[in-house]
Each structure stands twice: as C-alpha cells, then as structure tokens.
C-alpha cells in the first residue's frame, strides 16, 4: 500500500511538471493557445487542491462510514489514468487540427487537471 501511495504521488509530480517543464512559450506554441492558458493549467492545481482537501479527509476518514485508504488509492489510480488518457487526446491530433481547435483543447486540457485534481485523494 505505501508503494502505490508512493507512485501515485510520483504520478502526480509528473502530471504537474508536464507544462511547466516546457515553458510557457513551447506549450503556448504547442497547443496554439493564447496568454494565460498555460498559466490557467498551471493554476488550477494549488487552487483546486484546496478546494479538494475537505473532501479527501472525509473520504479517508474511517470513523462515519469513511470511503477508506485502500478505495481511496483504487479511486485515484483510476483517475490518474483516465486524466492522462484525457490529456493525451489533444496531443495525438495534427498541429493545424490541435490550431484550429483551441477551444476544445484547452477544454479537454482543463478536464484532465481537474481529474488530476481529484486523483490526489
């Protein structure tokens, strides 16, 4: 159990230094976004973290009917690959599709932090 917990926490790490790791302007590029998309992306992990946490301890609190550690790791293990078969969508189109649909790439980008978000608990 704590080496799943350990490689979900890596998992998370990674997820996160995927776009900062390039810099803005290759992501920028990249993906055809405008200014503050990458920074959007970036931000929405600390703010989405916190709003997250109350529900990660009520989940992992064992007192009340609490979902549990082992759920808990199971429910974040699948969410961790779900947000990254999301976030690879985008990558697997050619760069004139990825260009033209910026909208849908940001949004499709946007869902897989979130779930990245959910997947910490």
Same mark, same amino acid.
């Given at each position: ?7 979900? @926490? ?15 302007? @290759? ?12 920074? =959007? ?6 703010? @989405? /973290? ?5 529900? &990660?301890? &009520?989940?992992?609190?064992? $007192? /009340?009917? @609490?979902?549990?550690?082992?759920? $808990? ?6 969410? $961790?690959?779900?947000?990254? &078969?999301?976030?690879? =969508?985008?990558?697997?189109? $050619?760069?004139?599709q990825r260009h033209s649909h910026t909208t849908a ?9 979130v779930r990245t978000i959910c997947s910490r608990f």
């Amino acid at each position: 159990m704590l080496g799943l917990f350990v490689a979900l @926490g890596a998992n998370q790490c990674l997820f996160w230094f995927s776009f900062s790791s390039a810099g803005t302007p @290759g992501v920028a590029a990249y993906y055809g976004f405008g200014d503050g998309s990458v920074d =959007l992306l970036l931000a929405l992990g600390p703010v @989405g /973290g916190v709003l997250a946490q109350p529900l &990660a301890t &009520a989940l992992l609190s064992s $007192s /009340g009917g @609490g979902f549990g550690l082992r759920a $808990s790791m199971r429910l974040a293990g699948c969410l $961790s690959a779900a947000c990254t &078969a999301l976030r690879l =969508l985008p990558t697997l189109l $050619s760069d004139s599709q990825r260009h033209s649909h910026t909208t849908a790439t940001t949004v499709v980008l946007c869902v897989g932090q979130v779930r990245t978000i959910c997947s910490r608990f």
